[in-house]
């Protein structure tokens, strides 16, 4: 959800007339014109007829999230209607689905996904997000021992499976000369567990930190790469915003095969692919220690000519105004 809501937050800051609403079960309700309206979940009745009215004095309505996402897509009263597919889960009723005008996806095997749920084609491109360039920059590597960074922690203890951590755990253990700092969000219920599992295993090599950090681009800088070792596409974005944040940084990805994105990272040479086994995993580490300034230099490239905020403004821009 933060991921969407940053992609929000940009949108709203390239076309300031627009405004965002949405359903949160975490923020509960919210009524600001600079941060958006959000309702809580046992509000969605409300919702749906509130923003059923509201829809009428906007020329476009843009649905940012899931196919699943059920509650915004019955709520939808006014076309045209656009959907960004940033989260991979299971569809909404197909019936639910034909109100969307034009689908967006934002990861290369996205476009088959959509197409095998039987939407056209041509009602379906890729655009991929963006990233903060001037915030997000390379600097030297630190020098001390070689440092894997883990910043996609869930809320959920049930998702620990489908983020990977126990693959990247039983990896740290077969690397002790390597430091794994895990990221974590001081919210759900998942960090007991993670911290119980690193107890279990007498894992000295691994720090969890803890927080709510608006300098992340600190810590990515503090680290030599940056690992996804998610084991299914349930539960995780296709385009983590630590990954594009990380490659922005100059800091290479180890991703495992089930990451969305994995084809153009390892296109880019912006990192490692691995498949999802524990040995795979210390291989591909090794390797992008091994070729550190080659994949650091072009995951930096890539960022430069992919993810910038005005390729993405501009993208969407056009994307409107073929649809107003």
């Known amino acids: 959800m933060e991921a969407v809501a940053a992609e929000v937050a940009c949108l709203r800051r390239a076309f300031p007339g627009s405004a965002a609403w949405g359903i949160s079960g975490r923020d509960g309700w919210r009524i600001s014109w600079r941060n958006g309206f959000g309702f809580p979940p046992w509000a969605q009745l409300g919702f749906r007829a509130i923003s059923g009215l509201a829809q009428w004095a906007f020329d476009i309505n843009h649905l940012f999230g899931g196919l699943g996402d059920w509650f915004h897509l019955k709520a939808v009263r006014k076309h045209p209607v656009i959907m960004t597919v940033a989260v991979h889960g299971p569809p909404a009723d197909q019936a639910l689905l034909e109100k969307v005008d034009r689908f967006v996806v934002e990861w290369p095997g996205g476009r088959n996904y959509l197409e095998s749920l039987g939407?056209?084609?041509?009602?379906?491109?890729?655009?991929?997000?963006?990233?903060?360039?001037?915030?997000?920059?390379?600097?030297?590597?630190?020098?001390?021992?070689?440092?894997?960074?883990?910043?996609?922690?869930?809320?959920?203890?049930?998702?620990?499976?489908?983020?990977?951590?126990?693959?990247?755990?039983?990896?740290?253990?077969?690397l002790p000369d390597v430091r794994f700092r895990l990221i974590w969000r001081p919210w759900g219920d998942s960090l007991p567990a993670?911290?119980?599992?690193?107890?279990?295993?007498?894992?000295?090599?691994?720090?969890?930190?803890?927080?709510?950090?608006?300098?992340?681009?600190?810590?990515?800088?503090?680290?030599?790469?940056?690992?996804?070792?998610?084991?299914?596409?349930?539960?995780?974005?296709?385009?983590?915003?630590?990954?594009?944040?990380?490659?922005?940084?100059?800091?290479?990805?180890?991703?495992?095969?089930?990451?969305?994105?994995?084809?153009?990272?390892?296109?880019?040479?912006?990192?490692?692919?691995?498949?999802?086994?524990?040995?795979?995993?210390?291989?591909?580490?090794?390797?992008?220690?091994?070729?550190?300034?080659?994949?650091?230099?072009?995951?930096?490239?890539?960022?430069?000519?992919?993810?910038?905020?005005?390729?993405?403004?501009?993208?969407?821009?056009?994307?409107?105004?073929?649809?107003?």
């Open 194 to 324: 993670v911290r119980a599992m690193v107890k279990e295993l007498g894992l000295r090599n691994v720090e969890i930190i803890v927080g709510r950090f608006r300098n992340m681009e600190v810590h990515y800088q503090a680290a030599h790469v940056t690992v996804f070792p998610f084991t299914s596409p349930n539960h995780c974005k296709p385009a983590p915003n630590s990954l594009l944040e990380s490659l922005a940084c100059g800091r290479p990805v180890v991703v495992t095969d089930v990451v969305g994105i994995a084809p153009i990272v390892a296109e880019a040479e912006a990192g490692s692919v691995s498949v999802r086994t524990v040995s795979a995993m210390v291989d591909s580490l090794r390797t992008v220690r091994q070729r550190w300034r080659h994949y650091s230099e072009h995951a930096r490239s890539f960022a430069q000519s992919c993810l910038a905020m005005e390729r993405f403004f501009q993208a969407y821009g056009q994307l409107y105004s073929r649809h107003v």
């Open 119 to 174: 939407i056209p084609p041509k009602a379906i491109e890729m655009i991929l997000p963006p990233v903060d360039l001037e915030r997000f920059c390379p600097s030297e590597p630190p020098a001390e021992r070689f440092t894997v960074l883990f910043a996609s922690s869930p809320d959920r203890a049930d998702w620990l499976e489908a983020r990977g951590i126990p693959l990247l755990l039983a990896t740290a253990a077969l």
